[in-house]
Nanobody, 120 residues
Framework: QVQLVESGGGLVQPGGSLRLSCAAS????????MGWARQAPGKERDLVAG???????RYGDSVQGRVTISRDSAKNTVYLQLNSLKPEDTAVYYC??????????????WGQGTQVTVSS
């Protein structure tokens, strides 16, 4: 059972930046893939970014070019850097752990989520 704890959410003005962190309860070397998804009220949960144990990354279309996923294996932590934030980026952001099969992710574990609100 992998436990994931997110932090770093908050209120930010349009055009601003945030860095979200996700601390895992075990070595991320043992986890095939980790990622971030977000869910706005009344909407489905969508992939924001994913990273495999080999370092390969993928991004959702709506955030392409504005976000970067990275990891610090020594700290068992995955980060999501959000830049040029827009009001439509407002959502609960969830960290996830699972696998990548070459075509899609399968998420087995989720964190509790951290709220990101973009508003002036």
């Amino acid at each position: 059972q992998v436990q994931l704890v997110e932090s770093g959410g908050g209120l930010v003005q349009p055009g601003g930046s945030l860095r979200l962190s996700c601390a895992a309860s075990e070595s991320i070397f043992s986890i095939n893939a980790m990622g971030w998804a977000r869910q706005a009220p009344g909407k489905e949960r969508d992939l924001v970014a994913g990273i495999t144990h080999s370092g390969s990354t993928r991004y959702g279309d709506s955030v392409q070019g504005r976000v970067t996923i990275s990891r610090d294996s020594a700290k068992n932590t995955v980060y999501l850097q959000l830049n040029s934030l827009k009001p439509e980026d407002t959502a609960v952001y969830y960290c996830s752990a699972g696998t990548w099969n070459g075509y899609s992710y399968r998420w087995n574990y989720w964190g509790q989520g951290t709220q990101v609100t973009v508003s002036s």
